[in-house]
């Protein structure tokens, strides 16, 4: 059996919403250096982050969980109503689909003046301060 990083999080809160979802629908998981990050935050980025675990196998199911996730808190575009949004830090990173799932990750602890939501469906781009607040 093979163990692969699925996600590495900075956030402890949100490291432990992914794990709690994974479990839920029946997937093995564990965090990994959470201890480490934990008891003293200043290691998180020497240790990469709490690192979210899968088995190589359920990785594609357990990443797809974790996008349809995302998506139920996305904004829906205004101009075709899709919730097929991403936040990115700037247009030309729409392409970038892990960039963008990082970033918005990472956004709710860190403020980037530049990021916009694109729609994956008409290619649309609209302000971040849609996006819902989960504080
Ligand atoms: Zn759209």
Redesign the pocket.
Known sequence: MEIVVLQSYVNYVEAHIAKGVLEERGIACWLNDENTVTIDPILTNAVGGIKLMVEKDTAPEAWKILEDLKKENRPA?P??G?KNTELVSTPRKASNWISAITTFFLSSSAIAPDKVNH?F??G?EFPENETPETA
């Open positions: 575009c101009h075709c899709s729609c469906d008409c649309h």
